[in-house]
């Protein structure tokens, strides 16, 4: 299980991301991002934008369903509390 959440750690690595904290429950996987590129983006572009990391490892079967959390820096300062 932790050596599933470091691996899709280090694709969001990849990533023009500024903070992320990936939880993994059973093969579903709720990812929190915060990146400035967020800004400007719809939700389905950020959901596309962080999907990138998730691909392999739902094409392997490892996990079933990713659920997307996006938050700009400013959001982030608000919500970060939800995610300790």
Same mark, same amino acid.
């Given at each position: 299980?932790?050596?599933?959440?470091?691996?899709?750690?280090?694709? %969001? =690595? +990849?990533?023009?991301? @500024?903070?992320?904290?990936?939880?993994?429950?059973?093969?579903?996987?709720? !990812?929190? #991002? $915060?990146?400035?590129?967020?800004?400007?983006?719809?939700? %389905? =572009? +950020?959901?596309?934008? @962080?999907?990138?990391?998730?691909?392999?490892?739902?094409?392997?079967?490892? !996990?079933? #369903? $990713?659920?997307?959390?996006?938050?700009?820096?400013?959001?982030? =300062?608000?919500?970060?509390?939800?995610?300790?």
């Amino acid at each position: 299980m932790e050596d599933l959440i470091s691996r899709i750690g280090e694709e %969001l =690595k +990849k990533l023009d991301l @500024i903070d992320f904290k990936v939880f993994l429950e059973s093969n579903h996987v709720t !990812i929190v #991002a $915060v990146s400035e590129l967020f800004t400007d983006m719809s939700l %389905l =572009k +950020k959901q596309q934008y @962080i999907m990138r990391a998730t691909k392999p490892f739902l094409a392997s079967g490892e !996990i079933h #369903a $990713v659920h997307i959390k996006a938050f700009t820096p400013e959001q982030w =300062k608000v919500e970060k509390f939800q995610y300790q």
